[in-house]
């Protein structure tokens, strides 16, 4: 037998692909001499790395600064309930080795930063964006219009998706969003449906796998607009904008722009809470919705952000000298209530990272009850 | 219905919004979408803020359009926001 690009296990593993009208032998050895990388380990990366590494995607660079929690382990199928507290990079890189041992795989188990910029070169055949923030997805376009480099953006909240395919001498993702979103989801609209960023992660996939194997394109330029509720898709056509700097080679005001952290201030942390919440002078405030304080809680007494953003000054139901500790699911919504407690005149603060910190902490100390 | 065009709302603007889709009739020719955006920004702080925002963008007939795109009836206007989860 004269030297083949495929082992006698790998021609049987990838026959489904190998016999399939348009793909055939030629679109798998593209699949296998493919280098992809995947920047984020997170709801989008688990399917995405899964189903290209099934695929057969010869080598992958995987970035993920970040451990399992288990909070993850609702959507990120990649993951199983033994990889909490273990890196999701590493994690990753295990999982996919075990389902397909024929490809190669660099894992980072760092966020995705500028240093990592050489990282992304013409040996590059596409970078799967797959994170959760638009500053690293300014920095993967910007790498990517630099570097000439082919990117799929996927993004989720809620009930919606979007997905693109950004290809050089097309509108880039800067073209499309100039500006990022003014306001970070509240903890109240950052919940998302488990298999939302599985289907987006799917299309991502899809579109990867099409790319790779030079099958027709259908998001290349265009952006995909999903609603999960009504399983509505619209696809946009997108433009180069003149002004960009994918055209111009001057980044605007948004090269770094800081936009997701800056709330929390006035705010406490789960010890403080457990070591304030006893004191006689102190009333603990659960500011979520009816159906979150049916569903679970840590006591204290009930008022919905709602209520609370309708109070006045000139309210007595209220003391002047009795500390409020407010709390919500992740942390927003308390530090809103705890605002306007502020603006009325009390003393309000909000429980930093909400029940989740708190379960969190919780369970790393056995403590679970209240 | 003669001179309508359909407008669909993505992600958070439908939910802050209040609504999905809608037609809405032109009532002048040509409108331009910064003409319909001042029209509709008319309905109240929301719907100013929300279409407003330089986040937003707009899409006539699946294509990304510009503020100066003319407007002409049977379009279909789409305004969606960018998505940051993943």
């Known amino acids: ?370 | 219905m003669n001179n309508d065009i359909q407008i669909f709302y993505f992600a958070n603007l439908a939910d802050k919004l209040n609504c999905e889709n809608e037609f809405f009739p032109l009532d002048s020719t040509p409108t331009t979408l910064a003409q319909l955006k001042e029209q509709l920004s008319e309905r109240g702080t929301v719907w100013h803020e929300l279409l407003g925002e330089a986040s937003t963008r707009c899409a006539v007939n699946q294509a990304i359009a510009t503020e100066d795109a003319i407007l002409k009836r049977g379009d279909e206007v789409a305004f969606f926001p960018p998505v940051t989860g993943g």
Request: include cysteine; proline fraction near 4%; glycine fraction near 6%.
């Open chain 1, 1 to 370: 037998m004269t030297e083949t690009i495929f082992t006698q296990q790998e021609w049987l593993r990838y026959s489904r692909h190998i016999q399939l009208p348009n793909f055939g032998a030629a679109g798998q050895t593209k699949l296998k001499q493919s280098h992809v990388v995947i920047v984020g380990m997170g709801g989008l990366g688990a399917p995405v790395a899964l189903y290209l590494a099934a695929a057969g995607v010869g080598k992958f660079t995987i970035f993920d600064g970040d451990t399992v929690d288990e909070t993850n382990l609702q959507r990120q199928v990649i993951f199983n309930q033994n990889d909490v507290g273990h890196a999701k990079a590493l994690q990753a890189k295990h999982h996919m080795l075990a389902l397909n041992p024929h490809i190669h795989i660099d894992a980072i188990p760092d966020f995705f930063q500028p240093k990592h910029e050489a990282l992304i070169d013409q040996n590059t055949s596409l970078v799967l964006d797959c994170t959760d923030n638009f500053n690293t997805r300014y920095l993967i376009n910007d790498v990517c219009v630099r570097q000439k480099v082919a990117w799929l953006y996927a993004s989720i909240h809620q009930y919606s998706g979007q997905c693109a395919l950004f290809t050089p001498g097309h509108a880039c993702f800067r073209c499309l969003f100039p500006a990022p979103p003014e306001s970070a989801p509240d903890c109240n609209t950052a919940g998302v449906i488990g298999v939302l960023p599985g289907l987006l992660g799917l299309f991502e996939a899809n579109e990867a796998i099409k790319y790779l194997s030079d099958l027709p394109l259908e998001l290349e330029n265009r952006l995909l607009l999903f609603d999960a509720l009504k399983l509505s898709v619209q696809k946009i056509q997108l433009a180069i904008d003149p002004q960009c700097f994918c055209q111009t080679g001057e980044k605007g005001k948004f090269s770094s722009p800081q936009m997701c952290a800056e709330v929390q201030q006035q705010s406490i942390s789960v010890l403080d809470f457990n070591l304030h919440r006893e004191r006689a002078n102190t009333t603990v405030i659960d500011v979520r919705t009816e159906a979150e304080r049916l569903g679970f809680n840590i006591g204290g007494q009930h008022i919905p952000l709602q209520e609370i953003l309708t109070l006045t000054d000139s309210n007595n139901h209220w003391e002047k000298n009795r500390q409020y500790i407010c709390y919500c699911q992740s942390g927003s919504r308390s530090e809103q209530a705890a605002q306007h407690l502020q603006a009325c005149g009390l003393q309000a603060v909000s429980l930093d990272g909400g029940l989740l910190a708190w379960l969190k902490h919780a369970s790393k100390t056995q403590m679970l009850h209240p």
